[in-house]
């Protein structure tokens, strides 16, 4: 019997080892699924960092593309925050900028972050920021409000068949977890 | 050999047992578990029953009449919840420990210890389960998929609970396939090989391994949640950087498979059942074995076919919508060779096989109604309606729960050593086929008109059908008090007694001892030939 408990005791070590390591693969999941997004970018983020615009880039003119703009509010969230500009048309290749206005009716200072996100997301490889609101959290005072720009351009390499997409911004309260210094106001 | 003094010694060590309740809570006997783990399931199937009987006395007519929202929705989680990792699972389990190892011929488990005690954690899992509805605020809320952020921003602190409820179910089905695994490797009589295994055998060792392989991926979601909710992590908060829908991604990784961990064993015991109360040997075996593995492969690349709605690119519903229709091709192949057993043979209509048939009719319905789901365009209207509660209710009660009915109508004699009675089994039979259909079918109409599921009220429309629907729900639920007191019954010796072969055509080691089973079997491996 003993052979049989040392055979039995071999394998139960084997076994566990699965275990553990199908329980490390659950959160490997969680790189694994940013990374692989950011490739395809199928699932519509955007660059967190801000791209650069090369002055000598060729416009499209031949193409067209309208580039709607739409915000909401987590829920919780009291901010007054709407797109100044609804929808633009831009030739790929060509900068554009745009302005959100955020008010903040509250009695309180607050701190916001803007999580974008474009549909459809295939379209999101092809939009370049470089400059918005959205890389870092915004602090704002009681009762203060701002404008905020976003300057993009859309990559001439953008498929054909995408004629329309739509930059979503969704804002946050990230007050309690953030490090954000209140200043503006 | 020295027979009779081996059965002496046997008489003075190993029958002895501790009296009463001791001897449930320190056995390492694996019938006395298999019990437990029956019995168990058995309790957990009427509680999560009572709690399906909430959920339909609410929706037996349009409006908010008995319960609040609030509560409806824990009811409808705790049911889900229940009814998964509380019935059916536990009910396999329980068979494995019975029959594993006496259909390959083996003393006992290969860890009888650790046997006690992945039973013995489960009863306060769903002890803390159960006690998180009494507390203020109520218990879990956001459906037993607990989807973030529902389960992470909008849950209330009785998530702490479920989460750790959901830990030690997972490390007691893990110890469970564990055990299950060493002991069909290691314990096998002599001249039992791969290919000669009984098919209960074969499904339920894949089926430890796709346990072993996704319920750590579901102990690590519901870890996620917890940080997320209570110690600031962002995987799931988008506003910390991470991502909703990534949750859906880890879940279902996990929930594809353990929808197969539910039915594959069903599709062993049905493999049993069909040859013997034909008369012939399973048609297929061999293919039998590579359908349930190739099943079991496939579920680990489908899981997204729950997330069509989520706004995938199209290359992804594609690749998920014809990996998800791939599976019909092993599962009809285990359809067609049941029909196949029967063709030709001489059936007789016993109780298990009665469940066998309806299993086979009604799980195939389940399957297409599958397959349907599976097309992307038309799975956006049918998406979080009655229609895909039809569908996974075809395939877990009248897929798996039969089997398990099933399966307890085939084997009980040799448990209990008595015949059940045969009264009260035909009642029971026919008072579930009628009823569980008068409970489901409708709902596939409902479903396909829009009605959403999870919501405590309804359209106006739907009020004839939910009225139906509601009093098939309580007949079935009644129906299964019939089941009990048979159970009870043969559990109390009373009836006919049973053979050692019990049905004329049963084949296999298990049919070799007495019924019922004595406490030890197999302690001198019997020889396959």
């Known amino acids: ?185 | 050999m020295s027979s009779v003094a081996d059965d002496l010694h046997h008489d003075e060590h190993h029958d002895h047992k501790p009296a009463g309740i001791m001897r449930w809570l320190l056995t390492t006997n694996h019938k006395d578990i298999g019990t437990l783990y029956l019995w168990f399931a058995f309790i957990m199937f009427l509680v999560g029953g009572a709690m399906a009987m909430v959920i339909r006395a609410e929706l037996f007519q349009p409006g908010l009449q008995i319960v609040e929202p609030n509560f409806f929705n824990q009811m409808t989680t705790v049911h889900g919840l229940i009814m998964v990792f509380g019935a059916v699972m536990p009910a396999f389990t329980g068979l494995a420990n019975w029959m594993v190892p006496l259909m390959i011929g083996a003393p006992d488990m290969a860890l009888p210890r650790m046997n006690n005690w992945s039973f013995w954690i489960l009863p306060g899992a769903f002890l803390i389960l159960l006690a998180s509805l009494f507390l203020e605020g109520g218990g879990p809320n956001f459906g037993w998929t607990f989807y973030a952020p529902l389960s992470t921003t909008y849950s209330n602190d009785s998530t702490a609970l479920f989460v750790f409820s959901v830990h030690i179910m997972g490390i007691s089905s893990i110890m469970g396939a564990i055990n299950v695994i060493v002991t069909i490797f290691n314990m096998r009589a002599p001249g039992m090989t791969w290919m000669k295994m009984p098919m209960f055998v074969w499904t339920w060792l894949i089926t430890a391994f796709l346990l072993i392989a996704v319920m750590p991926v579901l102990a690590g979601a519901v870890t996620m949640v917890l940080t997320d909710k209570y110690f600031g992590t962002s995987f799931f908060d988008a506003a910390g950087g991470g991502d909703p829908v990534l949750f859906q991604h880890i879940f279902w990784f996990f929930g594809h498979p353990e929808v197969y961990i539910m039915i594959l064993p069903a599709f062993g015991i049905i493999s049993h059942i069909v040859p013997t109360f034909s008369r012939k040997k399973l048609f297929g075996y061999s293919s039998m074995v590579y359908a349930t593995a190739s099943i079991a492969l496939l579920s680990f690349i489908v899981w997204a076919h729950h997330m069509f709605t989520t706004g995938m690119p199209l290359f992804a519903e594609m690749f998920f919508m014809f990996a998800t229709m791939l599976i019909s091709v092993p599962t009809g192949v285990k359809v067609f060779n049941w029909v196949a057993t029967m063709w030709r043979g001489s059936i007789s209509y016993e109780m298990p096989m009665m469940f066998a048939l309806a299993f086979i009719v009604l799980f195939t319905i389940g399957g297409f109604s599958g397959l349907m789901l599976a097309i992307t365009p038309v799975d956006f209207q049918y998406h979080d309606t009655y229609f895909v509660v039809a569908h996974f209710h075809y395939v877990l009660v009248t897929g798996a729960v039969f089997s398990i009915m099933a399966a307890v109508y085939y084997w009980l004699p040799k448990w209990c050593g008595k015949m059940y009675d045969q009264t009260l089994a035909q009642w029971h039979f026919w008072c579930s086929l009628i009823s569980v259909n008068l409970l489901f079918f409708p709902m596939h109409f409902v479903g396909l008109a829009g009605m959403p599921r999870r919501i405590p009220d309804y359209a106006l429309q739907f009020a004839d059908f939910n009225k139906w629907i509601s009093i098939g729900g309580f007949a079935f639920g009644l129906s299964q008090l019939i089941f009990l007191a048979l159970i009870i019954k043969a559990s109390r010796k009373i009836g006919e007694p049973a053979t050692a072969q019990v049905w004329d055509g049963a084949e296999g080691l298990e049919w070799e001892v007495p019924s019922p089973a004595p406490y030890h079997t197999f302690e001198t491996p019997p020889e396959v030939k």
């Open chain 1, 1 to 185: 019997m003993t052979e049989q408990s040392q055979s039995n005791n071999r394998m139960v070590i084997k076994l566990v080892a699965i275990v553990i390591g199908m329980f490390g693969f659950g959160f490997a999941l969680v790189p694994l699924y940013d990374v692989f997004c950011d490739i395809t970018g199928i699932n519509g983020k955007t660059n967190p960092y801000a791209a650069t615009y090369d002055v000598n880039t060729d416009v499209d003119t031949s193409r067209e593309i309208t580039v709607e703009f739409i915000t909401r509010n987590q829920s919780g969230m009291p901010w007054d925050f709407e797109a100044r500009t609804h929808r633009i048309k831009v030739h790929p290749g060509e900068l554009k900028t745009v302005e959100f206005y955020v008010r903040n009716p509250t009695g309180r200072d607050i701190i916001g972050q803007a999580i974008p996100s474009v549909s459809p997301g295939t379209a999101a490889l092809y939009l370049n920021k470089t400059e918005c609101f959205c890389f870092e959290q915004q602090p704002l005072k009681a009762g203060a409000e701002a404008l905020m720009p976003m300057q993009f351009y859309v990559d001439p390499q953008l498929p054909e068949d995408i004629k329309v997409f739509t930059l979503s911004y969704t804002l946050y309260d990230v007050t309690g977890t953030s490090t954000v210094a209140m200043n503006r106001g």
